[in-house]
């Protein structure tokens, strides 16, 4: 018997958001899909309430950094707390795990980053979606990307 729901079926990848606006923060998205070639396009939706999604309103841009299926312990950090009550970046600095990409804070280990600039955007219910030109990007590092499904299996999520 098939007990995951259809969108569930297919791990995602797992990706970061870098924003600055007032506050830089970091974010985890998976709800992000290339969808045009020429030229290249990004779809991220990003949660309401957060302090990406105010960071992204204000400066139009981010970094989209794609995670390492190593880096699966960031979750917790970037995905299950608050930017608005804790100092993400700050956090990752004392763990010395940044650096700087096109004046974002990104993560050393990340597989690959893109420079987006909002084209458009729409409410998408719970998550403002967001069509974005890749402005530019860099393959950082080897290795496989994280993605739901060794999220699920480490037990940080439920599919």
Same mark, same amino acid.
């Given at each position: 018997?098939?007990?995951?729901?259809?969108?569930?079926?297919?791990?995602?990848?797992?990706?970061?958001?870098?924003?600055?606006?007032?506050?830089?923060?970091?974010?985890?998205?998976?709800?992000?899909?290339?969808?045009?070639?020429?030229?290249?396009?990004?779809?991220?939706?990003?949660?309401?309430?957060?302090?990406?999604?105010?960071?992204?309103?204000?400066?139009?841009?981010?970094?989209?950094?794609?995670?390492?299926?190593?880096?699966?312990?960031?979750?917790?950090?970037?995905?299950?707390?608050?930017?608005?009550?804790?100092?993400?970046?700050?956090? #990752?600095?004392?763990?010395?795990?940044?650096?700087?990409?096109?004046?974002?804070?990104?993560?050393?280990?990340?597989?690959?980053?893109?420079?987006?600039?909002?084209?458009?955007?729409?409410?998408?219910?719970?998550?403002?979606?967001?069509?974005?030109?890749?402005?530019?990007?860099?393959?950082?590092?080897?290795?496989?990307? #994280?993605?739901?499904?060794?999220?699920?299996?480490?037990?940080?999520?439920?599919?």
């Amino acid at each position: 018997m098939i007990r995951k729901k259809p969108w569930n079926r297919v791990n995602l990848p797992v990706y970061s958001v870098s924003s600055k606006g007032n506050k830089p923060n970091m974010h985890i998205c998976t709800y992000v899909s290339a969808v045009s070639m020429q030229p290249k396009r990004m779809m991220v939706a990003i949660y309401h309430g957060t302090q990406t999604l105010e960071n992204v309103e204000k400066d139009q841009e981010f970094v989209l950094q794609l995670l390492d299926e190593n880096q699966y312990a960031l979750v917790n950090l970037l995905g299950k707390q608050s930017g608005k009550k804790i100092d993400k970046i700050s956090r #990752l600095e004392k763990r010395k795990l940044l650096n700087e990409w096109e004046g974002y804070p990104v993560l050393q280990q990340a597989l690959a980053v893109m420079l987006l600039k909002v084209a458009n955007e729409m409410e998408g219910g719970d998550h403002r979606m967001y069509l974005c030109d890749v402005v530019s990007y860099k393959n950082m590092n080897e290795g496989n990307a #994280l993605t739901t499904g060794v999220l699920a299996e480490k037990g940080i999520i439920r599919i």
